[in-house]
């Protein structure tokens, strides 16, 4: 069984960085693409972010391109979101997923963790 651990949320003020990561096991790590998505209090989860399984394609949602940056080491079965210029907009719970459907990429995967906490302070 697939399991993902999130890590690396805190509390950062507007305009720093910060970086989380996701730890896999149970399964291929190499078989997998990987996504963040994220879910603010109130509001609906969203996309941030994704990666194919060799690395080679990533996706951003429109509101971090350019400030974040998805990566994986697959000899380490991690995956990363370096997060730069944050807001307070940004200030969620992140989570990382695993599938294999890239065409899912934004909305629907199969595993997902439990999720770390990202505060934005103004």
């Known amino acids: 069984q697939v399991q993902l651990v999130e890590s690396g949320g805190g509390l950062v003020q507007a305009g720093g960085s910060l970086s989380v990561s996701c730890a896999f096991s149970?399964?291929?790590?190499?078989?997998?693409?990987m996504g963040w998505l994220r879910q603010a209090p109130g509001k609906e989860r969203e996309f941030v972010a994704a990666?194919?399984?060799?690395?080679?394609?990533?996706d951003y949602a429109d509101s971090v391109k350019g400030r974040f940056t998805i990566s994986r080491n697959n000899a380490k079965n991690t995956i990363f979101l370096q997060m730069n210029s944050l807001k307070p907009e940004d200030t969620a719970v992140y989570y990382c997923?695993?599938?294999?459907?890239?065409?899912?990429?934004?909305?629907?995967?199969?595993?997902w963790g439990q999720g770390t906490q990202v505060t934005v302070s103004s």
């Open positions: 990666i194919t399984w060799g690395g080679g394609t990533t």
């Open positions: 997923a695993a599938g294999t459907n890239w065409a899912l990429r934004r909305s629907n995967y199969p595993f």
């Open positions: 149970g399964g291929s790590f190499r078989s997998y693409n």
